[in-house]
């Protein structure tokens, strides 16, 4: 029960850093659908497969960068009935990709086909479908 606390914690405290986040324009070859694969938080590590068993629910986040430069990041079950995600803009830049909305950026790092943002101790890995 502690463990499911800590993640779901997490995972709102993600919502509202990305929720914050700025800035825009750039390379369309990133362009597309991503799905959460796995997250850590202080070390410890689980699967999206392994958070649904633990949760007894799907526990599925998607990042959907757009060709248009702009992106939503859909929650999931984190979200209340008829709530949308957090969206703006992002853009490449190398390997990195920024994530902007509302005043912030949020830098990831990008390899073609996963995304991994790490903010503190927390990480998220979103690979493309």
Not at 54 to 75: A, C, I, P, Q
Request: aromatic letters at 6%.
């Amino acid at each position: 029960m502690k463990m499911q606390k800590r993640v779901l914690t997490f995972l709102m405290a993600l919502m509202m850093v990305l929720g914050l986040a700025a800035c825009g324009g750039g390379s369309e070859s990133a362009a597309g659908t991503y799905k959460m694969t796995k997250m850590s938080s202080e070390g410890i590590e689980m699967t999206a497969e392994e958070m649904t068993e633990l949760f007894g629910m799907e526990v599925e986040m998607t990042l959907e960068l757009k060709d248009d430069n702009t992106f939503v990041l859909d929650m999931g079950f984190l979200m209340a009935e008829g709530e949308e995600g957090a969206s703006g803009t992002w853009k490449l830049d190398g390997d990195s990709l920024i994530l902007s909305a509302d005043g912030e950026d949020i830098t990831t790092t990008y390899d073609g086909k996963t995304i991994v943002l790490e903010e503190g101790t927390e990480i998220l890995t979103f690979e493309k479908q």
